[in-house]
């Protein structure tokens, strides 16, 4: 892919075992150790009581949408367009955003499910729409 360098993520001390989770094809989030609040994107201390200790505990990777976007316009040479972002509710509450894949008609709360891709060395979260009975 001659100049379509994909963007790598971000990693610091309080996203690294995310992504280490990915690379293992895992989707895992933070919860709380004192009120069990889940959170992600992983941070240092609760929103919800503040309190810095958590857990990863893994998530199933299904959800629904509540939001999306097609882009019609490139921004950078990685994504050629048109693509979609979805912004998914997972089943355990926690919402996270990745690309759609695969096609299909997007539709409030239509059912995904999580796929990792391999981009670059890197997993990028990206979700399938799940046919009924997925």
Not at 36 to 44: S, T
Request: a negative charge; glycine letters at 12%; hydrophobic letters at 40%.
């Amino acid at each position: 892919m001659t100049g379509r360098t994909w963007p790598a993520p971000v990693v610091g001390a309080d996203t690294a075992p995310f992504w280490e989770h990915a690379r293992a094809g895992e989707l895992r989030a933070q919860r709380c150790t004192d009120c069990g609040a889940l959170r992600l994107p992983p941070g240092p201390v609760c929103p919800a009581c503040f309190a810095p200790g958590h857990e990863w505990v893994a998530l199933s990777g299904r959800g629904e949408v509540q939001s999306w976007v097609e882009y019609h316009r490139q921004y950078h040479p990685a994504f050629p367009v048109p693509y979609t972002v979805v912004l998914v509710e997972l089943a355990e509450g926690p919402r996270i955003e990745g690309l759609l894949a695969g096609g299909g008609t997007v539709t409030w709360r239509a059912p995904v499910r999580l796929v990792w891709q391999e981009r670059e060395g890197h997993p990028i979260p990206t979700f399938e729409l799940a046919g009924a009975g997925s």
